[in-house]
């Protein structure tokens, strides 16, 4: 089995009520208020307080919280895989050349 999640949700909001949940059944386990995770991640109370309730975060301070619930690894794995576009790119991979953004918008 990959270390993947998947998430089956259909926006942005979702995904993020879904890990708040997440957070909160970890910080549940661990037997913490929701005042002393804030604490140990050093973020104000009210700031983790929205995020259980809206799945809103800035994402340092997601981070922080993963700290805190010893999780940070499992930010290492986000965006990591590459995403192949067609057979080709997979067949052609041998070939890397170092890529360039060619916009700067």
């Known amino acids: 089995m990959n270390n993947i999640i998947a998430f089956n949700v259909s926006n942005p909001g ?6 708040a949940a997440r957070v909160k059944t970890r910080r549940l386990e661990l037997n913490l208020t929701q005042e002393g995770l804030a604490a140990r991640a050093g973020i ?3 700031t ?18 993963g700290f805190a619930l010893n999780a940070l690894y499992e930010f290492d794995a986000l965006f990591a895989q ?3 576009q067609s057979l080709d790119d997979v ?11 060619k916009k700067n918008e």
């Open 14 to 19: 979702e995904v993020a009520l879904q890990i």
């Open 44 to 46: 104000k109370f009210a």
């Open 48 to 65: 983790y307080r929205r995020f259980e309730q809206t799945g809103e975060i800035s994402l340092r301070g997601l981070l922080q919280i």
């Open 82 to 84: 590459k995403q192949y």
């Open 91 to 101: 067949l052609n991979e041998q070939n890397v050349t170092r890529k360039r953004g």
